[in-house]
Nanobody
Framework: QVQLVESGGGSVQAGGSLTLSCAASGFSVATHCMGWFRQAPGKEREGLAVIDSDGRTAVVGSAKGRFTISKDNAKNTLYLQMDSLKPEDTAMYYC???????????????????WGQGTQVTVSS
Protein backbone atom coordinates (compact mmCIF):
# COMPACT_ATOMS: atom_id res chain seq x y z
CA GLN A 1 0.00 0.00 0.00
CA VAL A 2 1.45 3.32 -1.11
CA GLN A 3 1.52 5.96 1.58
CA LEU A 4 2.99 9.47 1.75
CA VAL A 5 3.14 11.31 5.05
CA GLU A 6 4.20 14.95 5.17
CA SER A 7 5.59 16.66 8.25
CA GLY A 8 7.51 19.78 9.18
CA GLY A 9 4.90 22.40 8.55
CA GLY A 10 4.14 25.14 11.03
CA SER A 11 4.08 28.85 11.64
CA VAL A 12 7.06 31.03 10.85
CA GLN A 13 7.75 34.71 10.40
CA ALA A 14 8.52 36.20 7.01
CA GLY A 15 12.14 35.65 6.08
CA GLY A 16 12.32 32.42 8.03
CA SER A 17 12.90 28.86 6.89
CA LEU A 18 11.19 25.51 7.14
CA THR A 19 12.04 22.05 5.96
CA LEU A 20 9.19 19.78 4.97
CA SER A 21 9.58 16.02 4.91
CA CYS A 22 7.56 13.37 3.13
CA ALA A 23 8.03 9.81 4.34
CA ALA A 24 7.10 7.26 1.71
CA SER A 25 6.11 3.64 2.14
CA GLY A 26 4.90 0.94 -0.23
CA PHE A 27 7.25 2.12 -2.98
CA SER A 28 10.70 3.63 -3.42
CA VAL A 29 11.32 7.33 -3.95
CA ALA A 30 14.50 6.26 -5.73
CA THR A 31 12.56 4.97 -8.72
CA HIS A 32 9.72 7.46 -9.07
CA CYS A 33 9.26 11.07 -10.02
CA MET A 34 8.37 12.96 -6.84
CA GLY A 35 6.97 16.45 -6.43
CA TRP A 36 5.88 19.13 -4.00
CA PHE A 37 2.69 21.11 -4.53
CA ARG A 38 0.77 23.64 -2.49
CA GLN A 39 -2.75 24.96 -2.33
CA ALA A 40 -3.87 28.17 -0.69
CA PRO A 41 -7.52 28.79 0.23
CA GLY A 42 -9.53 29.71 -2.82
CA LYS A 43 -6.68 28.95 -5.19
CA GLU A 44 -5.76 26.06 -7.43
CA ARG A 45 -3.12 23.56 -6.47
CA GLU A 46 0.23 24.62 -7.90
CA GLY A 47 3.41 22.69 -8.52
CA LEU A 48 6.59 23.90 -6.83
CA ALA A 49 9.40 21.42 -7.34
CA VAL A 50 10.03 17.98 -8.77
CA ILE A 51 12.82 15.42 -8.63
CA ASP A 52 13.20 12.38 -10.84
CA SER A 53 14.73 8.98 -10.22
CA ASP A 54 18.17 10.24 -11.27
CA GLY A 55 17.99 13.14 -8.85
CA ARG A 56 17.45 15.79 -11.46
CA THR A 57 15.39 18.65 -10.07
CA ALA A 58 13.26 21.48 -11.31
CA VAL A 59 11.76 24.34 -9.35
CA VAL A 60 9.19 26.67 -10.79
CA GLY A 61 7.69 30.10 -10.28
CA SER A 62 8.01 31.95 -7.02
CA ALA A 63 9.73 28.95 -5.43
CA LYS A 64 12.72 29.30 -7.72
CA GLY A 65 15.79 30.48 -5.85
CA ARG A 66 14.14 30.00 -2.46
CA PHE A 67 12.99 26.36 -2.32
CA THR A 68 15.15 23.26 -2.75
CA ILE A 69 13.85 19.76 -3.34
CA SER A 70 15.89 16.72 -2.38
CA LYS A 71 15.47 13.11 -1.39
CA ASP A 72 17.18 10.51 0.72
CA ASN A 73 16.76 7.17 -0.99
CA ALA A 74 18.04 5.25 2.04
CA LYS A 75 15.41 6.86 4.26
CA ASN A 76 12.82 6.75 1.48
CA THR A 77 12.02 10.37 2.23
CA LEU A 78 11.47 13.49 0.14
CA TYR A 79 12.32 16.97 1.42
CA LEU A 80 11.53 20.57 0.62
CA GLN A 81 13.85 23.18 2.09
CA MET A 82 12.09 26.53 2.08
CA ASP A 83 14.06 29.72 2.71
CA SER A 84 13.17 33.41 2.65
CA LEU A 85 9.54 32.57 3.29
CA LYS A 86 6.89 35.16 2.46
CA PRO A 87 3.30 35.57 3.67
CA GLU A 88 2.13 34.51 0.21
CA ASP A 89 3.76 31.12 0.80
CA THR A 90 1.00 30.36 3.30
CA ALA A 91 -0.75 27.23 2.06
CA MET A 92 -1.25 23.53 2.55
CA TYR A 93 1.78 21.71 1.16
CA TYR A 94 1.53 18.27 -0.41
CA CYS A 95 4.03 15.74 -1.64
CA UNK A 96 3.14 13.54 -4.57
CA UNK A 97 4.51 10.54 -6.42
CA UNK A 98 4.15 9.68 -10.07
CA UNK A 99 4.02 6.15 -11.41
CA UNK A 100 6.89 6.85 -13.79
CA UNK A 101 10.54 7.44 -12.95
CA UNK A 102 10.83 10.62 -14.98
CA UNK A 103 9.08 13.90 -14.45
CA UNK A 104 7.25 14.84 -17.59
CA UNK A 105 8.02 18.52 -17.49
CA UNK A 106 4.37 19.15 -16.87
CA UNK A 107 3.42 20.73 -13.58
CA UNK A 108 -0.04 19.30 -13.71
CA UNK A 109 -1.18 17.49 -10.63
CA UNK A 110 -2.79 14.95 -12.97
CA UNK A 111 0.64 13.43 -13.62
CA UNK A 112 0.87 12.28 -10.01
CA UNK A 113 -1.00 9.23 -8.78
CA UNK A 114 -0.27 9.30 -5.06
CA TRP A 115 -0.66 12.15 -2.61
CA GLY A 116 -0.02 12.81 1.03
CA GLN A 117 -2.52 14.39 3.37
CA GLY A 118 -0.69 17.71 3.43
CA THR A 119 1.05 19.85 6.01
CA GLN A 120 0.09 23.45 6.75
CA VAL A 121 2.61 26.27 6.39
CA THR A 122 1.69 29.70 7.72
CA VAL A 123 3.98 32.67 7.21
CA SER A 124 3.27 35.84 9.13
CA SER A 125 4.48 39.30 8.22
Amino acid sequence: QVQLVESGGGSVQAGGSLTLSCAASGFSVATHCMGWFRQAPGKEREGLAVIDSDGRTAVVGSAKGRFTISKDNAKNTLYLQMDSLKPEDTAMYYCAAAVRDFCSGSWSSLYYSYWGQGTQVTVSS
